[in-house]
């Protein structure tokens, strides 16, 4: 176990800036979530971390200890990468005994150490196979082991379930969480599935175009964004540009009561997430709200999503009610409290 | 999906429009098996005493057994063995080396890899010419040493051609195979070896155990399949030999040619035969590349 601070880095390769002004602070134990789109720069982060790269400028601390300058074999990190990068001429107990070899470990403690490290990861009976007969699943779990094994103080994670199928992933994430729960191992993982970051992480980095947008819990990322980028990359797909005073933010669709009281009535983004909208799909049924017809709508399987045009302002909806035809008039309702105004300065709309 | 991959299946064993695969490689076998076939067979009869412009018909192994009951052939094979299995050896360890600093340098210097493909663009005939005006008593490197003062005459010189060792055959065949096998090399070191390596350093290995637990055996299949190819060659090769070799013991191939183009037809069964003992051996080695090239894709290593 041990925490992990990033402090001021920036990674630039040649003269391009891929990582700039990064901080990101994860305390022991934590399972923590680097998250944003591909390219953003987050493998880059995990590779300086890990020693494979260094960064430009800035600090990386491990249990307080800066290790720019370390060699990657002198960290006190273990890196799963993308692909299992098992390697090939070796079973699955050389494999995972791999590191503690290295390392120096005697013949009798890396058995124990792998027995206990098979059973933790469900590959018992597995240790003698060669890693070509492995599902791709399992070869993933083998590559989690043999980083495990060696119970480094910061294990880092580079998508390691981008290549499983949807189930496999979803058996893999459970798996990760009770090792991790268990074991207690400060973990940062990259990913840029924003529904495994949330169910995954205690807390997430969202980096977009090299720069961190905002940190915190999950909860924190997706109820109260920082930025409309930030809304907007956790599926957020209704911006307002208007004003707010008095509780109320005047925009296009009318006056919608909110709960964030200040405003000075500077022009403002305001943003509601399309499952916080309640919709009526009778028309005369509740009374207020806005009125609107459906345009266009996508079936998703627990929900509907879809576009209600609002005058000339389409509102993104989604809902558990029934099927929505064409046409359909229907009326939204916009909760004050679901409704999020940004500050003035991140208002980039 | 089971009945998608059926079709497919059933489409590459049918060829293409319903006509079976069979056929359509036929052109290319026929020539192939005529060729390559049809001369081995008639190598084959040749060996075996069926010679009927000497007045031979009746076939017989007692070429065969003459060429091996000949202790000079067994020194010629020794020669053969020793000239392939050391240059091989020398081209496989340079190679291992200078494939890890062109992986590390190709980024940066480009034409330091253009250069060094150069020599496989350069016949075998024209490398053994240069190195016999390099290092024969006359050559470049003796006059080079005479002016500098390091010997008094070009004859004081080493005997580096024609030699008792074969340093001019030898340094022939390890100029002109490193390119090869260090390109072998390359492609899977780019392919698979970064990777692993990077996983080693995170696993806490050091540079040298890096080396030996990781690089090498990640090299192997495709070192010893390339060093396989590399010996098969120069095991059969003929023309660098009778350039750069010794009139005795001469090398296997150097042998076979001599006796198939003497005077006395009554010889050319045995030049026959000696080739095709080449031919054997030349053929194991190349079944055991294919062999470890086979396991090392089966493992995930791309050669």
């Known amino acids: 176990m041990g925490s992990l601070v990033l402090k001021d880095l920036a990674i630039h390769y040649d003269r391009q800036v891929v990582v700039e002004d990064f901080n990101l602070a994860i305390g022991e134990g934590e399972m923590a979530a680097l998250l944003g789109p591909s390219g953003a720069g987050k493998t880059t982060i995990l590779k300086a971390v890990a020693g494979l790269l260094a960064p430009t400028r800035g600090d990386i601390l491990i249990d307080g200890r800066a290790v720019n300058t370390l060699p990657p074999e002198k960290r006190d990190v273990v890196m799963v990468f993308q692909k299992p990068l098992l390697f090939p001429f070796m079973n699955v107990a050389q494999n995972i005994a791999f590191g503690l070899k290295m390392r120096g470990d005697g013949s009798e403690r890396r058995r124990t150490a792998v027995s206990r490290i098979l059973e933790l990861t469900r590959l018992e009976g597995l240790g003698g196979r060669k890693v070509h007969a492995l599902s791709g699943g399992q070869q993933q779990r083998v590559a989690l082991a043999r980083a495990l094994v060696l119970e480094p103080a910061v294990l880092l994670m580079d998508e390691p379930l981008s290549n499983l199928d949807a189930n496999l992933r979803q058996e893999m994430r459970e798996l990760i969480l009770s090792i991790q729960s268990e074991l207690k191992i400060t973990t940062l993982f990259v990913t840029h599935d924003q529904s495994e970051a949330l169910m995954m992480a205690q807390r997430l980095a969202l980096l977009l175009g090299g720069r961190l947008r905002q940190a915190g819990t999950p909860q924190d990322l997706f109820h109260r964004p920082a930025d409309p980028e930030v809304a907007r990359f956790f599926g957020g797909g209704n911006f307002f540009k208007g004003r707010l005073q008095g509780g109320v933010f005047e925009c296009a669709l009318g006056r919608l009561p909110v709960s964030a009281a200040s405003g000075n009535g500077h022009v403002r983004t305001a943003t509601i997430r399309p499952e916080d909208i309640q919709l009526t799909l009778d028309a005369a049924g509740r009374p207020g709200g806005l009125a609107g017809r459906v345009v266009r709508t996508r079936f998703e399987g627990t929900a509907t999503r879809a576009w209600i045009e609002c005058d000339v302002h389409e509102v993104m909806v989604l809902t558990a009610a029934g099927e929505l035809t064409l046409g359909q008039e229907v009326r939204l309702h916009f909760p004050p409290e679901k409704i999020r105004v940004f500050p003035e300065d991140k208002a980039s709309e | ?303």
């Open chain 2, 1 to 303: 999906m089971d009945r998608a991959e059926t079709g497919v299946d059933a489409r590459t064993r049918r060829g293409t429009g319903g006509m079976p695969l069979a056929m359509l490689l036929l052109p290319a076998l026929a020539v192939t098996v005529l060729l390559f076939g049809g001369g081995l067979a008639l190598g084959v009869l040749q060996a075996l005493g069926y010679l009927p412009g000497a007045g031979l018909t009746r076939l017989t192994g007692a070429h065969f057994i003459r060429v091996l009951s000949d202790p000079d052939f067994f020194l010629s094979f020794g020669i053969t063995l020793y000239v392939s299995v050391v240059s091989t050896l020398l081209a496989a360890g340079i190679s291992v080396i200078a494939a890890l600093v062109l992986d590390r340098l190709a980024g940066q210097y480009r034409p330091v890899h253009f250069i060094f493909q150069l020599p496989l663009t350069v016949p075998h005939l024209v490398i053994a010419v240069a190195v016999m005006f390099l290092l024969a008593p006359a050559g470049l490197l003796a006059r080079i040493a005479v002016a500098v003062g390091l010997i008094q005459t070009p004859a004081e010189f080493p005997l580096l051609v024609n030699d008792r060792w074969s340093v001019g055959i030898i340094l022939t065949y390890v100029w002109k195979e490193i390119p090869f096998i260090t390109l072998m090399l390359l492609a899977v070191l780019r392919n698979t070896g970064r990777d692993l390596i990077d996983v080693g350093r995170t696993l806490k290995a050091s540079a040298w155990q890096r080396f030996r637990h990781i690089t090498l055996p990640t090299l192997f299949p495709a070192l010893g399949a390339a060093s396989l190819i590399v010996f098969a060659y120069t095991f059969g090769a003929f023309e660098v030999p009778y350039l750069l070799g010794r009139t005795h013991p001469m090398t296997l191939p150097v042998r076979a040619y001599k006796d198939y183009s003497d005077i006395d037809l009554m010889a050319r069964p045995e030049g026959i035969a000696t080739g095709l003992l080449i031919a054997l051996v030349v053929a194991a080695a190349v079944v055991i590349a294919q062999a470890l090239t086979r396991a090392a894709r089966r493992r995930g290593i791309v050669i």
